[in-house]
T-cell receptor
Framework: RKEVEQDPGPFNVPEGATVAFNCTYS??????FFWYRQDCRKEPKLLMS???SGNEDGRFTAQLNRASQYISLLIRDSKLSDSATYLC???????????FGKGTTLSVSS | GAVVSQHPSRVICKSGTSVKIECRSL??????MFWYRQFPKQSLMLMAT?????????EQGVEKDKFLINHASLTLSTLTVTSAHPEDSSFYIC??????????????FGPGTRLTVL
């Protein structure tokens, strides 16, 4: 099992749709979880950290399920500008660095 | 927010030459910086962890003699790709961890360096 796995998509949705991404991780001792957004040929930018109790930032909601070892990202009322690749990241076994999933590509169309 | 710069943003070189990439934390001190590599349609792969004042820790499969890392100050880490070959062509991205970040593992990324080896 890969350390961090994501469905690569692409997810093609119309504006206004709600879309959810999942990400599974293999290290049960992981403590830090993040969602990053990466635009084509650009560096990743932090979208949000994922907390145990779940957290929301505007149209974005992140959840953590430790028992099943996955994190999720929900995007409501999708905008054209949400089109990007979404990467989940989990700290490595040593706890010193982040391991990234391959990313899920989202394409929002009008 | 924490800002990380990288230089150069793009480099094209001939096979066999060495290329140095700089990563700087502009408004914070970073005792730890990370170097990643990303091939097209692939994820970021951690190459090494760079600690200020000590030797870098390389991930399995990454040749330390080929990818030289120096972290001489709290705001600068450099990656030198020695004797570059076409298969080294990739997007190299550094990141830095801010000591003041609320989340210990939160990393801030530089804009990346696109290396093309002819």
């Amino acid at each position: 099992r890969k350390e961090v796995e994501q469905d690569p998509g692409p997810f093609n949705v119309p504006e206004g749709a709600t879309v959810a991404f999942n990400c599974t991780y293999s290290n049960s001792a992981s403590q830090s979880f993040f969602w990053y957004r990466q635009d084509c040929r650009k560096e990743p930018k932090l979208l949000m950290s994922v907390y145990s109790s779940g957290n929301e930032d505007g149209r974005f909601t992140a959840q953590l399920n430790r028992a099943s070892q996955y994190i999720s990202l929900l995007i409501r009322d999708s905008k054209l500008s949400d089109s990007a690749t979404y990467l989940c990241a989990v700290n490595n076994q040593a706890g010193t660095a982040l391991i990234f999933g391959k990313g899920t590509t989202l394409s929002v169309s009008s | 927010g924490a800002v990380v710069s990288q230089h150069p943003s793009r480099v094209i070189c001939k096979s066999g030459t060495s290329v140095k990439i700089e990563c700087r934390s502009l408004d914070f001190q970073a005792t730890t910086m990370f170097w990643y590599r990303q091939f097209p349609k692939q994820s970021l792969m951690l190459m090494a962890t760079s600690n200020e004042g000590s030797k870098a820790t390389y991930e399995q499969g990454v040749e330390k003699d080929k990818f030289l890392i120096n972290h001489a100050s709290l705001t600068l880490s450099t990656l030198t790709v020695t004797s570059a070959h076409p298969e080294d062509s990739s997007f190299y991205i550094c990141s830095a961890r801010s000591q003041t970040s609320a989340s210990y593992n939160e990393q801030f990324f530089g804009p990346g360096t696109r290396l093309t080896v002819l």
